[in-house]
């Protein structure tokens, strides 16, 4: 049964989504679907909140290495559901005075504001800087030219990063005759992202799709059931 | 000089690209930029409109990528305000909502005849990624009952005529992963033949160069296509050229050419290390 009911729901609603895409009278039946969807991916957010804060826990109560970084993680967890639910700081919207909670959630001042200011920006932003260090160090220690398609690799990325640049147009000015300024970085770039890169792409996304086509119908008939997890 | 740059300590390779992102941002260095195909593909499908065509806006990325994508996103805003294009915003990632309230800012500050609700309007965030794009094609209501200040749809001027996203005259993606430009051109763009252009992360872009130009009718791939579509406003509109705020892309061009000139020369440098290690009969 706890697998036959969750096995049950796929099925059907895969059809149905199906169905509402080629038979115009079931395109209620699709809508209905994704409403049931959009319900259930907020409980999953609810589940995911659940889970992450179980894994954090039961690492605490073990002891494991880095317990401390978990500690911090549900306190963050905790300490901004707080704040954002109590919606601290925030004004009721003007539409509706009476109402203690009606306003907006990241209005300016406000504590939820205040977290996401001064620790999600900064926070995500430097993340996400840290890769041009790591891409440096990677490029100096790891980018070699051990063979054909690596060198190839190589010289493509060398035209793409320059071609990128004013360089791309700067290393030609002046010298290069008309007939040969396709071999400017920036009109190489474009051809290398409007000819190989597409053509590639365009296989691997035509691959892609036949499997995802292959697994789905797999799921729809019940033939695949990994989703489902093990019991 | 082999040995030195063999065990060079990586900390080196790590101020010499702080150098090179550092010096240009406080020299202020900002090159020309020669506007590409694709650049220019944007451009003209938001130009091309008619005035007052409706456009729906959607921010899916969050403060990580903002460095690569706030510029364009910017870009989009000062461009469809100077057509005097209606601008539906949404997001699909919950701190994409944030992103959207700095383009309203930006309306608000540097356009103040357009009025909210009667030139622009923001949804907020949705869980549920492409349902939700699935959803407002077909009803939006039916997602979005209320705008982000708690107004009903039918209420608002912009909106009251509004059924679903297909009344939308273009659909302006700018996306850093999933659900994102991938979702609205597999959901929107291609069943329902929505005209759709994206600013993407330089990851993103090449995955999406097979879309043009039935799919989506141009892509503008990170802050180099960011600038060349800021240089193609700026040709157009006298205003937008001489606002500082509207050259941001432009002014990150200057520390993109130093460090990719950086990584060309340790790209080199690390393969002469290692042919000359091969050749002693090290590597």
Redesign the interface.
Known sequence: MKRFVPLVIAIVAGFVLLIA?FIPYA?GW??TA??W??IL??GA?VLGGGNLIKLQLMKISSKKAGWGYAAVTVVCFFAAIFIGMGKFGVHP?E??PNYAW?G?Y?EEGSGMWWI?QHM??PL??T???ML??Y???A????????NTEATLL?VT??IV??G????G??LFEGWLPDWLLWLRF?NLT?WI??VP??AG??AI?IGIALGVVATSLRILLGVDRSYLGQD | MYNTLKNLDRRWVFLSMFLAVSIPILAKTVFPEVVSKQAKLVFDAIEDLPDGSNILLSYDFDPASQGELLPMAQAFTRHCSAKGHKQYYMALWPLGSPMVDLSVETIESEYPDMVYGEDFVKFDYKAGGEAVIRMITQDLRGMFPLDSKGVSLDKIPMTKNIKNIQDMDLIVNVSAGDPGTKQWVQFAATPFGITTVSGCTGVQAPQMYPYIPEQLAGVLGAIKAAAEYEAAIDAVYPDINDNPKAQEAKRRMGPQLVAHSLMIGLIILGNWIFYVGRKRGEA
């Open positions: 895409n395109e699709g809508l994704q409403e969807f959009n991916a907020v957010m919207n539409l509706y009606s907006y990241l996401y999600i920006v995500t932003s993340m996400f800087a041009a260090f891409v440096a160090t490029a100096f220690r790891a980018f070699r030219a051990k190589l990325a060398g990063l320059l990128r640049t004013y360089a147009v700067w920036d474009v992202m409007d890169n597409t792409t365009r996304t």
